[in-house]
């Protein structure tokens, strides 16, 4: 009896080891692939560099840094000592600061039983009772169903945060409210102003406050430049090439009739560096809104997500209740959550099992959240750092984030429910 346990333990033990070597000898192969994919677009040029993050459960399965931090000049010279990029270089993370920072906020206020889902905006923002706009709510702001502008040049017209939201509260609607998704940045700057109305502090020191730090996330922030000079951070664009064109440029959509496009001409002659890429939330905002502002680093980034993916758990405390991460992953008639994206038509997460979610950022940024295999795709490119095309568009993605999400759904396998 004694030897059959002991061959039987044995059996196991060679088990456990072939099953972790062939495990280990998956991840090699992700890894592989994901270093060939973002390696060879850096060696062709289409991006400067790139730093990503994949995680399973508890593990990090592959975590690298490719490229440069800082490639090109104002002059788009490459320039005579490029700086290479790293796992802890903070990126200009752009819309993503829509769910890392403003949506975990909301998220927050909703808990601490300061808001609901469902409160009218006229609720917090008295210019929003009107016949037109009294039934936008705050899911409408969230769902980007409001019927908002999609984009408004604010800074032609507000130097102020609070002429920025003068501004937006008496903008027109462009949409009737709830008739379809048009993603809008102006309703996340509302709800940036919601947060400091209801929290009764600055939108960067509420989120510091209730988010970066009892998450650890010490490399998350606004404006990096009035914390420490010191910092390594990426290169973005040459002044705003593309934000110009958006004023002038009837092809793209944005421009607006009633705006002379050099009724304002303050826009930066340098390469950006640690001062957010976006207009709105540079010229008009301080650096910082609900929309776009935040830095942070792939690291900081999977701290969000991984409390996301424990149903709002961090170690052993409820940092958001299960109810409220369900209530903002769950998707509507639009196949979008609250915040997040859960459509799974986007190239960032092409395909994905039901209940993925994710976001993109116009930098170049991107997170993808499979919960069905759990596992997580943290993606930070520059892409901006290279100049716009000879088409005036910055390099598109898509085909870079589908190639390295491929790869990681080749890789994972589906949870058993």
């Known amino acids: 009896m004694a030897k059959q346990f002991f061959i039987y333990l044995i059996s196991v033990v060679l088990s456990s080891q072939m099953s972790l070597g062939q495990n280990r000898g998956k991840q090699d192969l992700l890894s592989a692939k994901i270093d060939s994919i973002l390696q060879a677009s850096v060696d062709v040029s289409e991006i400067p560099g790139a730093v990503v993050l994949i995680k399973q459960g508890d593990q990090e399965i592959h975590k690298a840094a490719y490229g440069y931090a800082s490639l090109k000049n104002y002059n788009h010279h ?23 920072g403003t949506t975990t906020a909301i998220m927050l206020l909703i808990d601490d ?5 469902d409160d009218p905006v006229s609720l917090y923002i008295k210019a929003f009772d009107t016949p037109e706009k009294s039934k936008i ?3 409408h702001l969230l769902t980007h169903t409001a019927g908002l502008y999609e984009w408004y040049p604010l800074y032609y017209f507000a130097n102020t945060k609070k002429e920025v939201y003068n501004l937006i509260d008496n903008l027109p609607l462009k949409y009737p409210v709830g008739s379809d998704r048009h993603y809008s940045d102006l309703g996340f700057i509302l709800l940036g102003e919601i947060i400091e109305r209801v929290s009764k502090l600055p939108l960067d020191q509420f989120m510091k406050q209730r988010i970066f730090k009892p998450l650890g996330m010490n490399h998350t922030m606004f404006n990096p430049l009035h914390h420490d000079t010191e910092l390594k951070m990426a290169a973005t664009s040459h002044g705003n090439p593309y934000e110009r064109r958006m004023i002038s440029d009837a092809v793209l959509g944005f421009s607006i009739d009633s705006i002379n496009p050099n009724q304002w001409d303050g826009w930066r002659k340098y390469t950006l560096k640690g001062e957010v890429n976006d207009g709105n939330a540079w010229y008009a905002n301080n650096g910082f809104s609900g929309h776009a502002g935040l830095f942070s680093t792939v690291s900081d980034l999977q701290k969000v997500v991984d409390m996301l993916r424990y149903d709002g758990k961090v170690g052993n405390q ?18 979008n959550g609250l915040g997040w994206v859960m459509d799974t038509s986007n190239a960032f997460m092409k395909n994905a099992p039901n209940g993925s979610f994710g976001h993109t950022g116009f930098t170049g940024t991107s997170i993808a959240v499979v919960p069905q295999c759990d596992i997580s795709i943290v993606l930070l490119i520059n892409r901006q750092n290279m100049g716009l095309l000879p088409s005036q568009k910055y390099i598109n993605l898509n085909k870079i984030r589908a190639q390295v999400f491929r790869a990681v759904m080749d890789y994972c396998t589906p949870l058993k429910n």
């Open 78 to 100: 490459v320039l005579a000592h490029p700086e290479r990029t790293s796992i802890d270089h903070l990126y200009d993370i752009a819309s993503l600061t829509k769910v890392v």
């Open 113 to 117: 039983g300061l808001i609901k889902i």
């Open 137 to 139: 709510t705050i899911r």
């Open 318 to 335: 409820q940092f958001v209740s299960k109810q409220t991460v369900r209530l903002f992953l769950t998707q509507d008639k639009f196949m």
